[in-house]
């Protein structure tokens, strides 16, 4: 179940997403089959070789994006693996959004 995340920052995800680039999107997060993550985030991309490609840089597998018939295919970031890719590209302001950064 998402929650926590507004439509006008879906819409700019969606938008990012239509234009080509690799996007961005955090929000909260419940799913039984992982009770120590309370937030996820989306990373997408219109190409599915640059999504992979991306991917790749971080350890993400090809095999793990979800594939969408909608074109909104992503990437799921979970856990140390969401703060620590979030922190290298810059988006700071997602994790501090939703308490993720630990002083």
């Known amino acids: 179940m998402a929650f926590g995340i507004k439509k006008n920052e879906l819409l700019q995800w969606k938008r990012d997403i239509d234009q080509g680039k690799i996007a961005f999107i955090t929000h909260y997060w419940l799913d039984d089959r992982f009770p120590d993550c309370h937030t996820v985030t989306k990373v ?16 993400l597998k090809k095999e793990w994006i979800h594939h969408r018939k909608d074109g909104y295919s992503h990437f799921d970031l979970l ?17 501090k959004s939703f308490s993720l950064l630990h002083s």
């Open 44 to 59: 997408g991309c219109k190409d599915l070789k640059m999504l992979s490609e991306w991917g790749k840089q971080y350890g």
């Open 79 to 95: 856990g140390q693996k969401q703060v620590e890719i979030l922190l290298n590209e810059g988006l700071e302001d997602q994790l």
